[in-house]
Antibody
Framework: QVQVVQSGAEVKKPGASVKVSCKAS????????INWVRQATGQGLEWMGW????????GYAQKFQGRVTMTRDTSISTAYMELSSLRSEDTAVYYC??????????????????WGQGTLVTVSS | EIVLTQSPGTLSLSPGERATLSCRAS???????LAWYQQKPGQAPRLLIY???SRATGIPDRFSGSGSGTDFTLTISRLEPEDFAVYYC????????FGQGTRLEIK
């Protein structure tokens, strides 16, 4: 079965960068895009962008353009999300989210069948 | 950007009752590319419904979705204790956006 495991919690100072990892197993890693969604404490969900693990192509939400970078290492079936110039408003749980075979559309967008457990990133001086 | 507005913000019901949650889009969601998720405290969201009315794998048939265009509904026919949670809608017709959530609490 599909498993998605993220790296542990991080505490960063304002202006720093954070890199969160997402290791997927139970399927062919290059088959489906990896997306990132974040959730501030007590708030709703916010989509950040996608990455195609096969090509490395990415697409970012306009809000995060210039500050987010999504990469992967196919040899270890792991995706990464790096967010730079951190500010207090970036304090949130960050999730990687993956579509499934019934929902995936490589030419468009899709819902997310599989989620990591979330990584809390705290930005504080 | 398509803005999704969910109502009500909080819904208080008892086990065994029927729940009706609404999601309204600021513009038409073509191909009914609308999904619903359930989230419990400390957990990641769980996909319930996609393409407005298709149940995801393993989702009980007491969950159903309907709607098209700008108005969508998630119905839970008979509430079980484990159904009390926060529910989000998501559109994926364009760059994905989520509603602000409906909290379903025990009355």
């Amino acid at each position: 079965q599909v498993q998605v495991v993220q790296s542990g919690a991080e505490v960063k100072k304002p202006g720093a960068s954070v890199k969160v990892s997402c290791k997927a197993s139970g399927y062919t890693f290059t088959s489906y895009d990896i997306n990132w969604v974040r959730q501030a404490t007590g708030q709703g969900l916010e989509w950040m962008g996608w990455m195609n693990p096969n090509s490395g192509n990415t697409g970012y939400a306009q809000k995060f353009q210039g500050r987010v970078t999504m990469t992967r290492d196919t040899s270890i079936s792991t995706a990464y999300m790096e967010l730079s110039s951190l500010r207090s408003e970036d304090t949130a749980v960050y999730y990687c989210a993956i579509p499934g075979p019934l929902t995936y559309d490589p030419s468009g967008y899709y819902p997310f069948d599989y989620w990591g457990q979330g990584t809390l990133v705290t930005v504080s001086s | 950007e398509i803005v999704l507005t969910q109502s009500p913000g909080t819904l208080s019901l008892s086990p065994g009752e029927r729940a009706t949650l609404s999601c309204r889009a600021s513009q038409s969601v073509s191909r009914s590319y609308l999904a619903w998720y359930q989230q419990k405290p400390g957990q990641a969201p769980r996909l319930l419904i996609y393409v407005a009315s298709s149940r995801a794998t393993g989702i009980p048939d007491r969950f159903s979705g309907s709607g098209s265009g700008t108005d969508f509904t998630l119905t839970i026919s008979r509430l079980e204790p484990e159904d009390f949670a926060v529910y989000y809608c998501q559109q994926y017709d364009t760059s994905p956006t989520f509603g602000q959530g409906t909290r379903l609490e025990i009355k």
